[in-house]
């Protein structure tokens, strides 16, 4: 089976502080997508990541694949309240968008 | 932007019936679609792939006859569970691949609708 482990579980961090989510694959990835969910709620799609090395940003969050595609993480500038929820990584390793996903990392904003 | 509409977002329903769930594309087609189920404090497990006008594939463990998968549309996909018992209750969330979207042209083609929560009582 393909492994995604995910890290850390779970984060607390104060408000306007940085943070970052990490994503490994024990395989070479197709590509890699960042999604945000609220407990029991839908997925929010955040980026998606394909080429070795690539990197993109939107608004406060940079996500980044690492040149052999094993691994991506996930930042958060100056957090917000706004930025909490559960950040899941979802692994496609053969181009097909069937997705195996990292147990997800819960992330706290305090003030 | 896409967008994929699960319906119900909640079901409570008695154990030993049956439960259908329709996944949507509103503004898309979709060939195939993907069914997860997510049980508490849990990540997302893939439970089959839908294909419009052919059987679904279930991953390993997955029961076909239990998780009924019908794609007659290019827009719906079906999850039936079928004489649900209370382990059955959990988060069910589809996907949609948008048809129309190349990879890595900005966007995604994948789309999630917003889940249905099942109890089984």
């Known amino acids: 089976s393909q492994e995604l482990e995910q890290s850390p579980q779970s984060l607390i961090v104060q408000e306007g502080k940085n943070l970052t989510i990490n994503c490994t694959s024990s395989k070479t990835l197709y590509g890699l997508y960042w999604y945000k969910q609220k407990y029991g709620e839908g997925l929010i799609f955040l980026m998606m990541l394909q080429k070795g090395g690539e990197e993109k940003s939107h608004e406060k969050i940079t996500a980044k694949l690492d040149e052999k595609k094993q691994q991506s993480s996930l930042h958060i500038t100056a957090s917000q309240p706004s930025h909490a929820g559960i950040y899941l990584c979802?692994?496609?390793?053969?181009?097909?968008?069937?997705?195996?996903f990292g147990t997800g990392t819960r992330l706290t904003i305090i003030p | 932007g896409a967008v994929v509409s699960q319906h119900p977002s909640r079901v409570i329903c008695k154990s030993g019936t049956s439960v259908k769930i329709e996944c949507r594309s509103l503004?898309?087609?979709?060939?195939?679609m993907f069914w997860y189920r997510q049980f508490p404090k849990q990540s997302l497990m893939l439970m089959a792939t839908s294909n419009e006008g052919s059987k679904a594939t279930y991953e390993q463990g997955v029961e076909k006859d239990k998780f009924l998968i019908n794609h007659a549309s290019l827009t719906l996909s079906t999850l039936t569970v079928t004489s649900a018992h209370p382990e059955d209750s959990s988060f069910y969330i589809c996907?949609?691949?948008?048809?129309?979207?190349?990879?890595?042209?900005?966007?995604?083609?994948?789309?999630f609708g917003n889940g249905t929560r099942l109890t089984v009582t």
């Open positions: 979802g692994a496609d390793h053969f181009g097909n968008e069937k997705l195996t």
């Open positions: 503004d898309f087609q979709a060939t195939t």
């Open positions: 996907s949609a691949r948008d048809d129309g979207t190349f990879d890595g042209a900005g966007g995604t083609p994948l789309h």
